[in-house]
């Protein structure tokens, strides 16, 4: 499938120029990934937050069917620095070496949260499962699976993953984005993968005119 | 480029707004030569529909010429002549796939809203609000229209856009509810609601080889066009009790398939008006079910009850027990317009029916504010407005 990844990142870029809040809030997959570490110095630019609280482990499950091959979303996700093009807070993936990637998320007011993630468990066109790296500013474990749904429904993508709000500040401002609903920006994530999979696009109306 | 556009209940302006560009690979930007006011932008009109902004354009019934588009198109050239389903649709989900064009999975950018309301999202919908997507709509010079490969039909230059604009959405609209009234030889239908979408589902009924239809409605003007199109009619100002006369014209039996042209702004009688509309006023009911609940009543047993009129919400006091009772059948929903634009021009075409007899004034774009107040009030046999954006 032709994937117009230049105009989805355009997309992504415009949504988030406009609208911030949304984009951030409907914060896909990685977000679920992010919890920082401990309460030790948080890097942040220009902003001031208070130590949180602590909170409850959280576990974040959803589901969704896509009208493509396991094998083909599978293969699309694998290749883990193409998921910002459909995960709205990603600011960019980079393969370190097929076990370990490096991740960037960008968050609100400008702040930004770095992590290393390695693959603790793949099957070929079934399942990808992951764990942040000891020591990193996130701490987050999870896995999506890919299985064929009947009768030529396509795939049924099931993502879940635990993560324990942080006791840090930029943790904090994300717990507090996204804490709300992180069920529903794993779902926002998901159903851009679909739309992306499906009809080589996301949807927008940012940019259309108004009176 | 002018564009009409919502500012609240009641106020429609026309405004001078930037015109759209192409934003997705597979969109086109339509110049409008003809467009219309629809019967269900009334319910924004009345502001019985959620989740509207101020300065949203208006407007799904649209035709026109495409003058830009996306890199990914490919059927679709700059020059056709096209009319726009008011469906936006993907063409390559599960839905689209199967013809459930108005279930699109993949339209509306803003599925989560509606996923609030309803559990899941259809498709999204041009100029009707941002549960449904929040695209901009076809009241206005130039529109965007996205997945253009997937929806706009195109259209010979011989026939006049009066003939097909309707392809848009009400003719289909009509069709449709006529078609899922599964007629079989000797069947009657009976349709309430005499605007446009019912003056189609009697004309559609016909078509697909109805015996008998029968219109019900209180506008004697509307009435007089739903005899031209061969009904019998019934008024609410000349009966007491719709159902007990069409069992007297049904030889009791109750009409076979009874259709809901009409929806969550139905007029009614009595007590029942007094509790909805107090309902309504308090919040504990969107929606006034009128018709719905003498439809119920109506219908023969084993019968079907089609409802293209648009409901939105809560409904009460629907007798569930007479609908279990008789064993009837429910079908509704919005139109999947890409299903049966191509087989109604065709219709069109061989000269079966021309569908701008539904045409009542027409206008500049600079009226609508006007059009809008006569066509809710239905004053001076307001029944379908058509607006050239260019005069």
């Known amino acids: 499938m032709a994937i117009e990844q230049g105009n989805v990142i355009r997309g992504v870029v415009k949504q988030l120029k406009n609208n911030p809040l949304p984009a951030i809030a409907l914060a896909g997959l990685g977000i679920g990934m992010l919890v920082a570490k401990g309460s030790s110095r948080f890097r942040m630019r220009g902003v001031e937050m208070r130590p949180l609280l602590k909170l409850n482990s959280i576990k974040v499950e959803r589901s969704v069917t896509i009208d493509r091959p396991a094998q083909e979303l599978y293969s699309v996700w694998r290749n883990l620095e193409s998921l910002p093009c459909f995960i709205d807070h990603l600011e960019s993936v980079k393969v370190i070496n097929p076990a370990r990637s490096h991740w960037i998320a960008k968050g609100p007011a400008g702040m930004r949260l770095e992590w290393d993630a390695v693959i603790t468990a793949e099957k070929e066109g079934e399942e990808i499962a992951w764990r942040s790296v000891e020591g990193s500013q996130v701490e987050t474990e999870g896995s999506v699976l890919f299985r064929s749904a009947p009768g030529n429904r396509g795939t049924e993508i099931n993502v879940s993953f635990e993560y324990r709000p942080p006791a840090g500040p930029v943790g904090a401002a994300f717990a507090r984005l996204l804490g709300r609903s992180p069920s529903s920006a794993v779902l926002e994530g998901l159903r851009h993968f679909k739309q992306y999979m499906e009809t080589g696009e996301i949807p927008t109306t940012e940019g259309q005119p108004k009176g | 480029m002018k564009a009409v556009c919502w500012y609240g209940k009641h106020d429609v302006r026309v405004e001078n707004v930037p015109e759209p560009d192409v934003l997705n690979p597979r969109d086109a930007v339509v110049r409008v030569t003809l467009t219309a006011i629809c019967g269900s932008d009334l319910h924004l009109y009345d502001g019985f529909i959620p989740t509207l902004k101020k300065g949203d354009i208006l407007g799904h019934e649209f035709m026109g010429e495409v003058v830009g588009t996306g890199n990914e198109l490919k059927n679709i050239k700059t020059g056709d002549r096209v009319v726009v389903p008011f469906t936006i649709s993907c063409g390559q989900c ?61 259209v010979p230059s011989e026939i006049p856009d009066e003939k097909v604009l309707f392809l848009s959405d009400i003719f289909p609209t009509g069709y449709m509810a006529a078609e899922n009234c599964s ?97 309504q006023a308090l919040m504990l009911e969107s929606d006034r079910p009128h018709v719905l609940r003498e439809a119920i009543q109506a219908c023969r047993k084993g019968g079907v009850i089609s409802i293209p009129g648009v409901y939105s919400g809560f409904i009460d006091k629907v007798p569930m027990g007479a609908a279990f009772a008789k064993g009837l059948t429910f079908r509704m929903g919005q139109t999947h317009v890409q299903k049966y ?27 609508a504010p006007e059009a809008y107040r006569k066509f809710q009030k239905k004053e001076d046999g307001y029944i379908k407005i058509v607006m050239n954006p260019f005069q």
């Open chain 2, 183 to 279: 007629i079989s030889p000797g069947d009657v239908i009976a349709v309430w609601g005499c605007g446009p979408v019912g003056q189609f589902a009697i004309r559609s009924a016909f078509l697909l080889g109805a015996e008998r239809v029968i219109a019900i409605d209180r506008e004697e003007a509307r009435l007089d066009l739903a005899r031209a199109g061969g009904a019998e009619t019934v008024s609410y100002d000349k009966t007491d009790d719709v159902v007990e006369t069409l069992k007297l014209m049904t030889g009791g039996r109750g009409p076979d398939a009874c259709i809901d042209a009409v929806g969550m702004e139905a007029h009614e009688p009595g007590i029942a008006a007094l509790y909805d509309r107090t309902k």
């Open chain 2, 94 to 154: 599960f839905y689209c796939r199967r013809e459930l064009w108005s279930l699109c999975d993949n339209s509306n950018p803003n599925a989560w809203m509606a996923e609030a309301m309803y559990g899941f999202s259809g498709a999204g919908l041009y100029g009707y609000s941002h549960l449904y997507g929040g695209y901009a709509g076809g009241q206005a010079q130039y529109v965007r229209v996205p997945y253009a490969d997937s929806g706009p039909i195109k």
């Open chain 2, 341 to 367: 634009m191509a087989l109604l021009l065709e219709r069109i075409s061989r000269g079966e029916i021309d569908p701008s007899f539904i045409i009542s004034h027409r206008m500049r774009l600079d009226d």
